[in-house]
């Protein structure tokens, strides 16, 4: 992801100390997450960085998981620009986050603790997550998560879009659209929720 932050900044014409002061950040701390020093960056820092270079946090999310190296070209991973998301705020975005988690816990039929188990972290911290309680989640622990979720090689990497709705570019029910259209025709796709039950 640093390398992908990197190659953006410099396209943008950037120096560390104008972007870092542009988004309101250190320049010394911004270029330790440039390095790769920062292994477990909020997703609102993350924000903050695609803010910052006009793109969509997707790209970063997708750098994070399919690492670009210095002077690959960056392709597609600079087609998806920002989404307006006016008042948006960490708080919120942890919930949405949460809301979209659950839900695609729930398309899977696993419990709290099944998820927990497959994304080695413990049960109380999936469902603080889950409950929109930790308004700047990391985004390894997010990637874990999505690892945990992750239903077959032919749907798309989860992190980008769950980053996505953190940040309200894409709403939970878009997110279990996007998923669902990408499965083997035949398998089930996002299913309704047992009554009662709300996302």
Known sequence: MGATIRALRRRAGFSQ??????????????????????????LETVQRIAGGLDVSIAVLAVSYVDPVADGEPLGRRVDAPARPTEGWRASDGARELGRAIRALRLDRELTQAELAEQA????????????????????????????????????????????????????????????????????????????????
């Open 120 to 199: 080695a972290m413990h049960r109380s911290h999936l469902a603080s997550i889950e409950a929109g309680e930790k308004p700047n989640p990391g985004i390894a622990t997010i990637a874990s998560i999505a690892c945990g979720l992750r239903h077959g090689d032919r749907e798309p990497p989860l992190l980008p879009l769950l980053a996505q709705t953190f940040t309200g570019e894409l709403t939970v029910a878009e997110l279990r659209t996007t998923v669902a259209a990408t499965r083997p025709s035949g398998s089930q796709g996002a299913r309704p929720f047992p009554p009662g039950v709300t996302p």
């Open 17 to 42: 100390a104008a972007f870092g002061s542009l988004i309101g950040m250190h320049r010394n701390y911004f270029g330790v997450i440039e390095r790769g020093g920062v292994p477990n960056v909020g």
